[in-house]
């Protein structure tokens, strides 16, 4: 169906796509390069109004042959909604939201494995493994569960608990490690050869990035083919970013979007900021950070990023930059944006309380309409017992009494 290739961002060598490999021989990200002037055939916004409302329905930007080997569970196709009461007193055009907590998984990491497990079922893997820090892992369980492959899954002891048991329900062999992201996947490596399982790790095959794609051609669709000026993304592995900047370049190219590309902001936290750091080095390279790493357990928590050093060009191409956050400034956006009903992970919180950081820089405009993205669901991060301080009552008459104190 899909006439594709695998080629280096460096050093624009090119490889057939069945390599299923993620770094060219140079250490260049190998990214699929679609025949546009053949998807431009019948991708077109006519025949996009009668699509399945999933990442699928961009099916030619998606690295399948064919149709039968797709692994779904209902992945995209998210809500973007605005946020009037966030923009009050700010000079700002309109905040939205990308509510990505809603695909399966209960977080954009659907996107990701379910292109990817795709193109592994395609080309015939049946065992996997991938580390992560916590929902890369609970999402390869699901679309591993549904495509019925063998699935292991690292992640660090700290990993939050409810996401532990979520690949555990999804029936993965699943693996606490002492360490980091890095740790548990320098453990996938070298047993690579003796267990005979497939790295899905970030940039390790070319499927994860074409899924997360898929954000930005939905933003894009939802805004009636117009971008936002500004999408504020909370990153780690880096493949997000990538994900969106190559959705506007292929957009571009087969003019369904015109214009200049929105401003990519990354958000981390304070402790663990390779790409702020890159950033505002003005460096070209992420640097691993010396030292203990000092953030709390999260998606953005990722000290030596794979994508790192293409983020920090994507950045810099689209005039858009890198900010860190405090853990306190995360809790408080969280409490924020859970004030007007959405449900924010730390790392969506993030995206938030990163927009407050950059608006305070002077970095909006008037007219900006900004997209947060919420990348996922409050309550796989929260802790399993039950805040013993929150009031307690037994009936009506102690509640009135709870209340007059
Ligand atoms: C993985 C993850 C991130 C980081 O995304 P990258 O694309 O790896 O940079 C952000 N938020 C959540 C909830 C995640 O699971």
Known sequence: MNDCKLVCHSCAKKFTLDKLIGRCHCGGPLLVQYDLEQVKQT????????????????????PIEKPQSIVTIGEGWTPLLRLPSLEKGLSVGEIMI????????????????????????????RKVAVPSNGNAASALAAYAGRAGMDCYVFVPQDCPPLIVEECIQYGAQTFLVDGYIHDAAAIIEDGKDEQGWFNVGTMKEPGRVEGKKTMGLEIAEQLNWQWPDVIVYPTGGGSGIIGLWKAFHELR????????????ISVQEEGCQPIVDAIELNAKNVVFPEGTVLSKPTGMRVPNPPGGDLVVSILRET?????????DEI???????????????????????????????????????????????????????????????????????????
């Open 253 to 264: 190219s087969l003019g369904l979007v015109k214009g200049d590309f929105p401003r990519l």
């Open 43 to 62: 991708l077109t916004k006519e025949s996009l109004t009668t699509r399945p409302t999933s990442m699928w329905r961009y099916l030619e930007l998606l």
């Open 331 to 405: 809790k408080a956006a969280s409490k924020t944006l859970g004030a007007h009903g959405i449900s924010a992970s730390p790392e969506g919180a993030a995206t938030w309380a990163g927009f407050e950081r950059v608006y305070e820089k002077g970095l909006i405009e008037a007219n900006d309409r900004v997209v947060l993205f919420n990348t996922s669901h409050a309550l796989k991060y929260v802790s399993c017992k039950v805040d013993l301080t929150i009031p307690t009552v037994k009936n009506y008459e102690e509640w009135i009494h709870l209340r007059k104190q």
């Open 98 to 125: 990308k509510r990505e907590e809603q695909n399966p998984t209960g977080s954009f990491k659907s996107r990701g494995f379910s292109a990817a497990v795709s193109l592994l079922n395609e080309h015939g893997i």
């Open 319 to 327: 005039n858009g930059t890198a900010v860190a956050v405090s853990s």
